[in-house]
């Protein structure tokens, strides 16, 4: 299989992964305005899955046959992590942008990848950015406290 193939598909099941997690997470909270967020960053990652998908069918690539187990995934630790209270859910959002940061940049510096594929994964590694700044102002109003 090429590796740029492999790469999106790794990143499709990533996105699906934050998807899902952030629709779980819901259930977490009552506050309006972190519900709002989650929400905007749940459809914002659907966003990414349906391009990654589109991206990887023009590559002539197939479908990823494993994404609903990073759904699963993420619905299991969207729920443990609630079980710790809404400080520890945002901390675990911010570690799992942080993650996918690292990861997709990685891809960019090893990975062979066209001009137009380079440029959706820079896109998206945006929106990940923006969504930890996100979740670390969250975790401050919430707590009061600066994040480090």
Request: cysteine-free; overall charge neutral.
């Amino acid at each position: 299989m090429r590796w740029n193939i492999s790469a999106l598909k790794f990143m499709y099941n990533m996105e699906r992964f934050a998807t899902q997690i952030y629709l779980t997470q819901r259930r977490v909270f009552d506050e309006e305005w972190i519900l709002k967020k989650l929400n905007a960053a749940a459809e914002n990652e659907q966003e990414h899955v349906n391009v990654l998908r589109k991206r990887i069918l023009e590559l002539q690539g197939n479908r990823s046959h494993i994404g609903f187990l990073f759904q699963t995934a993420a619905r299991l630790l969207g729920t443990i992590a609630g079980i710790f209270g809404k400080e520890f859910v945002l901390k675990v959002d911010v570690f799992v942008e942080n993650r996918a940061i690292k990861d997709y940049g990685a891809f960019l510096n090893r990975v062979k990848f066209d001009e137009d594929t380079v440029n959706l994964i820079d896109r998206i590694i945006a929106d990940e950015v923006f969504h930890k700044e996100t979740w670390k102002s969250s975790l401050e109003e919430l707590t009061g406290q600066e994040e480090k």
